[in-house]
């Protein structure tokens, strides 16, 4: 299967910063999602972005589907950005198996 | 809200013993998948139904089982209960073909 590697695991950041979060892949992915685990565990979707950019708020993430990355832009971050950013594929093999496989996740503080 | 409605939210049971785990998937959606999110594992894939069969299988044990029945809903039901079982249970459901996947609010299970 797949791996999915998120960069950087942790990220401490100061109200307003900007910040960029990465996610590589093993392999040519389908599917790829961005979502927010808050801090009471709920799996928020931000993004579904095989490929391109896309923009909501102060949240924007481009997949290059060919180099098998994808990014993750906050600008102007605020405490309730805090929680752990997943990013997500599915395998492009073609057949019936739609799981997503999840990278380990990149933990954000965000400081007041 | 994804749409997507899993009950309990919570479920506090003792080792040895059995759980069943309800899942909604959103309106029109045929597959549902079942992740495990536990603290050292991750989210881990377990398994998937589509329109009532099942189509993959993850790294589920056999002391659990699925099922979705007529009206799409799901059921994961899981026995023999060990302190290690204690995780986060997500249910997501997503259209067809697939696309982007919806994750339920999730239902935290610990064993004692």
């Known amino acids: 299967g797949i791996q999915v590697e998120q960069s950087p695991p942790d990220l401490i950041l100061q109200e307003g910063a900007n910040s960029t979060l990465r996610c590589n892949f093993s392999?040519?992915?389908?599917?790829l999602q961005w979502f927010h685990q808050n801090p009471w565990g709920q799996l928020i979707n931000l993004f579904y972005?095989?490929?391109g950019t896309k923009q909501n708020g102060r949240l924007s993430a481009t997949t290059v589907a060919t180099e098998r990355y994808s990014l993750l832009y906050i600008s102007s971050s605020q405490t309730t950005d805090s929680g752990v950013y997943f990013c997500?594929?599915?395998?492009?093999?073609?057949?019936?198996?739609?799981?997503?496989?999840f990278g380990k996740g990149t933990l954000l503080t965000v400081n007041p | 809200d994804s749409g997507v409605t899993q009950t309990p939210k919570h479920l506090i049971t003792a080792t040895g013993q059995r759980v069943t785990l309800r899942c909604s998937p959103r309106?029109?959606?045929?597959?549902v998948y079942w992740y495990q999110q536990s603290l050292d594992q991750g989210l881990q894939f377990l398994i998937q139904?589509?329109?009532?069969?099942?189509?993959a299988k993850g790294n589920i044990l056999e002391r659990f089982s699925a099922q979705q029945f007529p009206d799409l809903h799901s059921e994961l039901n899981l026995s023999s209960l060990e302190l290690g079982d204690s995780a986060l249970y997500f249910c997501?459901?997503?259209?067809?073909?697939?696309?982007?996947?919806?994750f339920g609010q999730g239902t935290r299970l610990t064993v004692v």
């Open positions: 997501a459901s997503s259209p067809t073909p697939p696309t982007e996947a919806f």
């Open positions: 392999d040519s992915v389908n599917n």
């Open positions: 972005i095989p490929s």
């Open positions: 997500a594929g599915r395998e492009n093999s073609g057949g019936s198996n739609y799981k997503l496989t």
């Open positions: 309106s029109g959606d045929l597959s």
């Open positions: 139904y589509y329109n009532g069969e099942e189509r």
